[in-house]
């Protein structure tokens, strides 16, 4: 039986209220007592009615009251004279059982109404219950039995489809809302939003409450994407979600959803249509399941097989195949595949790619990996013949089938890198063995594991004798060598070692060796052992030795040189200016030693150079220094002399080389003397060159005295009338310098050949202190004597080189030629020099050539064939000058480096008239001209001289005919106007 709900029975109550009424009411009105039963009849129904109604659980009396409305129905007929009015009423209990009640009671209302309409006609019977009222009573009682069970079994089967209904959506519902992982909600074809579950609002951040009925999905999609996609599949943008489903029935896609707080999502949607009971579509319902996660992980994924598969595509030398048991490749990729000429090896077997040969090799180790085994095995690949090697590794089954990894590499280098390193180490014990110095491998722990012949010779011990013992154990006593060396070579950032040291030997000897280490390292960069390579350096040591004693000596005579004598004089200077003054230094040379030298020879001037030497070393005292400065020229140093002791040494010293230097010609002795200049120390901060200028000066003086003899000078500020008159000219020579008063004068040098003035030489002069020019003759010596000459030869390089920047600019060609002193010859501060220009001047360097006499090149050879090198190499032109002038000339041309000779003006004056002369010119333009050398004329005075010189083939002149000296201003005004020069009619070509 099913309960209705309350307000059910309202309208029963309703109608048989009414009914009754109708019946109670005229005509047909009834007694007093009817009306009283049936109003408490009705009364009570009602009271037990809402009694009933008020029960929450069905029960048997709920059908009480419509059975008992039988009664009042009853009543009712008793009442009135016919049945026709009370009828209708029985469909109200009648009905009201058919709707609610079971069908036992719906017999029950069938009995009841026989009994309220039959039983009355049968048993009572008319006129008060008219046989005619049993069709009345057939009829409905055929109504309760055959009509209203039809009416109870239709509102059973809709009862229980609801019902069933309510089970569906309530099961529904409950699964939607319990669906929190996804995202389900609906919509109807509107578009408005009708259901929104726990799901949605987690993954779009709104409530179902803000949502349902006032928003559409169009919302949380991504506007940009919504219009991609449209545009992509040309619908319009409010249908672009659904059209597809519309057209399949369902939908299956990724979207880009964008939550309440902006959060983007991607959700996997899928679109089915909702319809109703007759199949008319209601609505959308969609399921969205966040795939971002997944996403990325897909893209990682995919990312990640991308670059394994392009590692795999691009492996050098090396391919990579799975095999199934066919021996077919189900993969084969890697760059060693498309190199051994089998690129497109997929689905094909081995017996495809390679030789009958090859596969015997690599088939069983392919068996060996499909049963489980790992293999390899070395071939030759079959395309190439490059050595492979192939591993076989079992992978697990595919599909139920074994598979196999197989990976093969190209080995080739690795092999021949083996073999080098096989040869290597067999090369290594070879030089090893065979090396002609000493090699000793070491341990870490100092102890000698190795050492080979050479080694042993060299210390007189057999091997036994040297492996196992401790390193430091070869060390003599009182050794300078460190202890714990291979402790400091591995520690040592470079990780090598060199040193110098003694090695005993069993016969007591010591040798000298070089040891050079180096420290072995493994392939993980740790030490292994130490390598030291010995050399018996003896020899060496005594040459280094002998060396060291040659850079302080002079190799003639055995004296200091000047390196060593310039050192100790400082030192003694420093000495007396923290002690007080003291001591003496005497200057001399051999008179005329130029003119012995060059009648007798050089051999003769140097044994006149050695016996000086010997006699001034016998006569000096233990404290005393005696040095070489060079040429003839020699210096003593007295420490401890006064002026009693250095005069008396100076005198003894005169008549020392008077009687006893000398050298035997021609079967007679040449005897030579000395001049000597003293000075003594008697103030200490007087420099070195100041002391050494004062007592050339008072050498000087003691030559204009006559020479054989000497000269004191009491100090630098001593007064003595000859070396007075030379400080005078140092002290005007230093103010020159210091106030730029000097200036440059040039002398055009004609080019014989093309008739034109093609170069100039640069003359300094001096001015007074009235701004007239002093003649060199004057303050040369001065400033040779003083030290100065090398300040004064870099004044004159510096304005040379803007002398010849302006004349190129006249004419690219143009050349410069500057004197050079023997002092310069070979100073580095003049490279220097040269250098600096080069890097700062836009000049041409073949176009300066510098001179230097050929006296000066003969005194020192072997600094001037170095600076002649250094200056061509910088390419820079050399010259030699006043050649001619002394004997053996000739002899030092195949040593001196030079591009022009300049002949000396005794051959060039008296040319025109002299035979002799003419025929010395023809010999030394042969010599110059084949030597590749060019030659220049001095002296050139007139113009038959400068015929003749251009007769004999001379390529240059210069002289007073062909220009006098002038300012270099005046020099450079002339060539940019091509104006006459102040000779004697040569006129300069424009360039």
């Not at 990996?369 to 992978?395: C, F, I, K, M, S």
Request: proline share 5%; net charge negative.
């Amino acid at each position: 039986m099913r309960r209705p709900p309350p307000t059910a029975m309202i309208p029963f109550v309703i109608v048989a209220t009414v009914g009754i009424a109708a019946l109670v009411a005229p005509p047909t009105s009834i007694d007093g007592p009817h009306l009283a039963v049936v109003t408490g009849l009705l009364v009570a129904l009602v009271a037990y009615g809402v009694r009933v109604a008020a029960r929450t659980e069905p029960s048997w009396r709920d059908s009480v009251p419509p059975l008992a409305f039988f009664l009042i129905i009853a009543a009712l007929r008793d009442a009135t004279t016919t049945s026709t009015p009370v009828v209708p009423l029985l469909a109200l209990p009648t009905l009201w059982i058919a709707l609610y009640g079971t069908r036992r009671q719906l017999v029950l209302a069938g009995a009841a109404t026989v009994a309220v309409l039959l039983v009355p006609v049968l048993l009572i019977g008319g006129p008060r219950y008219p046989v005619s009222d049993w069709r009345r009573a057939l009829l409905w009682t055929l109504i309760v039995f055959l009509i209203c069970p039809v009416i109870q079994r239709v509102v059973n089967r809709l009862d229980e489809e609801r019902s069933r209904h309510e089970r569906v959506s309530s099961h529904l519902d409950g699964v939607l809302r319990a669906a929190t992982e996804h995202a389900i909600m609906t919509c109807d074809l509107e578009g408005r939003v009708t259901f929104f579950n726990e799901g949605s609002e987690r993954l779009l951040g709104w409530t179902a409450d803000e949502v349902v009925g006032r928003m559409s999905p169009e919302e949380w999609h991504d506007p940009a994407e919504l219009d991609r996609v449209a545009a992509e599949e040309g619908v319009d943008r409010a249908e672009v979600v659904v059209h597809r489903a519309k057209r399949e029935g369902r939908d299956t896609r990724e979207w880009t959803y964008v939550g309440r707080d902006g959060h983007r999502s991607t959700v996997r949607l899928t679109l089915t249509g909702m319809y109703d009971a007759s199949g008319t579509q209601v609505g959308w319902m969609g399921v969205a399941v966040d795939v971002t996660v997944e996403q990325h992980a897909l893209r990682a994924l995919r990312e990640s097989e991308q670059r394994w598969r392009a590692l795999l595509d691009h492996l050098p030398d090396t391919a990579v195949m799975v095999v199934g048991p066919d021996l077919r490749f189900r993969l084969a990729t890697g760059l060693g595949l498309q190199r051994q000429g089998v690129a497109n090896a997929q689905g094909l077997t081995l017996a495809d790619i390679s030789s009958p040969e090859n596969v015997a090799r690599i088939e069983p180790v392919l068996r060996g990996a499909l049963d489980g085994r790992e293999g390899q095995v070395e071939v030759l690949a079959t395309h190439t013949g490059r050595v492979l090697q192939v591993v076989g590794t079992p992978l697990p089954p595919h599909d139920g089938e074994p598979e196999a990894l197989v990976v093969a590499w190209d080995v080739t280098e690795e092999r021949a890198r083996g073999e080098s390193e096989r040869r290597a180490r067999q090369m290594f014990q070879r030089i090893f063995d065979e090396a002609p110095y000493g090699v000793a491998l070491v341990g870490l722990d100092g102890v000698v594991q190795q050492v080979n012949p050479a080694l042993c010779q060299m210390l007189d011990t057999p091997r036994e004798g040297m492996v196992g013992r401790q390193l430091d154990s070869f060390r003599p006593a009182r050794s300078e060598a460190p202890q714990g060396v291979i402790q400091n070579l591995v520690d040592s950032p470079t990780g090598r070692l060199e040193l110098e040291m003694y090695l005993p030997r069993p016969d007591g000897l010591l040798v000298r060796v070089a040891i050079g280490g180096v420290v072995l390292r493994g392939p993980d960069g740790a030490a292994e052992s130490v390598l030291l390579n010995i050399v018996d350096i003896s020899e060496r040591h005594r040459y280094e030795e002998q060396l060291s004693y040659l850079a302080d000596h002079d190799p003639l005579t055995g004296l200091a040189n000047r390196r060593q004598f310039d050192a100790a004089l400082t030192a003694h200077m420093e000495h007396c200016r923290r002690s007080g003054p003291a001591g003496a230094l005497m200057v001399l040379d051999l008179d005329h030693f130029k003119q012995i030298n060059d009648t007798l020879g050089h051999l003769a001037g140097d044994q006149l150079i050695m016996a000086a030497g010997a006699a001034l070393r016998a006569r000096a005292g233990s404290a005393d220094l005696v040095a070489r400065l060079g040429g003839d020229e020699f210096a003593l140093l007295l420490p401890e002399a006064d002026r009693e002791s250095a005069t008396a040494l100076a005198r003894d010293l005169v008549r020392l080389v008077r009687e006893q230097v000398g050298v035997r010609s021609g079967g007679r002795d040449r005897r030579v003397t000395t001049s000597i200049g003293v000075v003594l120390v008697t103030d200490a901060d007087t420099s070195s060159s100041e002391l050494l200028s004062a007592a050339d000066m008072a050498m000087y003086d003691a030559k204009e005295e006559g020479r054989d003899g000497y000269s004191v000078f009491g100090g630098v500020d001593a007064e003595h009338p000859g070396t007075a008159g030379r400080l005078a000219w140092v002290d005007r020579l230093s103010e020159a310098l210091e106030a730029d008063r000097f200036v440059l004068f040039a002398q055009p040098i004609l080019d014989l050949r093309s008739g034109r003035v093609s170069g100039a030489e640069l003359l300094v002069r001096m001015l007074d202190d009235e701004g007239r020019p002093v003649s060199p003759a004057q303050f040369i010596p001065a400033a040779e004597r003083a030290g100065l000459i090398q300040q004064l030869d870099r004044w004159v390089l510096d304005r040379a080189v803007d002398v010849l920047t302006d004349a190129q600019h006249i004419d690219p060609t143009f050349r410069v030629q500057v004197n050079l002193s023997g002092h310069s010859v070979g100073n580095q501060m003049v490279i220097h020099d040269l250098l600096r220009h080069l890097s700062q001047r836009p000049f041409d360097p073949q176009c300066l050539v510098l001179e230097i006499t050929e006296t000066v090149a003969v005194a020192d050879l072997d600094s001037a064939v170095q600076f002649g090198r250094d200056v061509q190499a910088m390419g820079f032109r050399f010259a030699l000058d006043d050649f001619g002038a002394g004997f053996g000339s000739f002899k030092y041309l195949k040593h001196l480096v030079f591009d022009y000779i300049k002949v000396d003006g005794d051959f060039v004056v008296d040319a025109p008239s002299n035979p002799t002369d003419r025929l010395i010119l023809q010999s030394i333009v042969g010599l110059a001209h084949g030597l590749g050398k060019e030659t220049v004329a001095e002296y050139v005075e007139d113009d038959q001289v400068l015929q003749v010189v251009r007769s004999l083939g001379i390529d240059h002149a210069q002289g007073h005919h062909v220009g006098e000296p002038e300012p270099v201003e005046d020099l450079l005004r002339r060539l940019a106007r091509g104006e006459a020069f102040p000779g004697k009619g040569v006129r300069a070509a424009r360039p």
